[in-house]
């Protein structure tokens, strides 16, 4: 089955540098690869998501990369600002055949004033 | 106002005790799913359910139970026989069809039980 890897686990930056957050997966078959904000006591919000047939997507200050070849899907966010500070999730999925999507264990980005 | 609904937000039980964790969407989504969320372990897998009256096991069933008898709802039991069961349980729906489209989550229910 899926295998999603996701790194670093903590990261900190200061207000206004950009901040990346790297996954990795297992199945080649994989296609959907979200992206989840969670804040606290809440539940995760969809930010970004790419499909395999492109490399790279953009909204606002948030984009997202996909390498297919490497397996691997990164989350890039620039300027931070301090409500940025949240857990951020990736996940990956199938388009075809009724599998769930397999989410990696996040990251708690904290953006310093 | 379309989403998904949890309820209550927080909820404690006394250990031996089975608890129902209710979650409903009027988003006209065929699939939903249980999450269960510990510090450290991101999202786990409890159930799922792709359509009503069928539903999966996730990575870690054991000691839960699900029914999908409408589209709407998709209401979780954790029963005595969970171990650890005080977490964070999180509840998601998504189009379904044919595979992983957009999920989508709801707030959340946080069970203590002592």
């Known amino acids: 089955g899926e295998n999603v890897e996701q790194h670093p686990s903590t990261l900190s930056v200061q207000e206004g540098d950009s901040a990346v957050i790297k996954c990795t997966y297992s199945?080649?078959?994989?296609?959907?690869f979200p992206w989840y904000k969670q804040e606290l006591g809440k539940g995760p919000q969809l930010i970004i998501d790419i499909r395999s047939n492109v490399g790279e997507k953009k909204d606002q200050r948030i984009a997202v990369t996909l390498n297919k070849t490497a397996k691997h899907f990164s989350l890039h966010i620039t300027e931070t600002q301090p409500e940025d500070s949240a857990v951020y999730f990736c996940?990956?999925?199938?388009?075809?055949?009724?599998?769930?999507?397999?989410f990696g264990k996040g990251t708690r980005l904290s953006v310093i004033a | 106002d379309g989403g998904i609904t949890q309820s209550p937000k927080y909820l404690f039980r006394k250990e031996g005790q089975n608890v129902t964790l209710s979650c409903e969407q009027n988003?006209?989504?065929?699939?939903m799913y249980w999450y269960r969320q510990d510090p450290g372990q991101g999202l786990r897998l409890i159930y799922y359910?792709?359509?009503?009256?069928?539903?999966q096991k996730g990575d870690i069933a054991e000691g839960y139970s699900v029914s999908r008898e409408k589209k709407e709802s998709f209401p979780l039991t954790v029963t005595s026989a969970q171990k650890n069961p005080t977490a964070f349980y999180l509840c998601a729906s998504s189009i379904g069809g044919r595979g992983s489209y957009e999920q989508y989550f709801g707030p959340g229910t946080r069970l203590t039980v002592t």
């Open positions: 199945d080649s078959a994989s296609n959907y």
């Open positions: 988003l006209n989504h065929d699939a």
């Open positions: 359910s792709q359509i009503v009256n069928d539903f």
């Open positions: 996940a990956a999925g199938r388009s075809s055949g009724n599998t769930p999507l397999v």
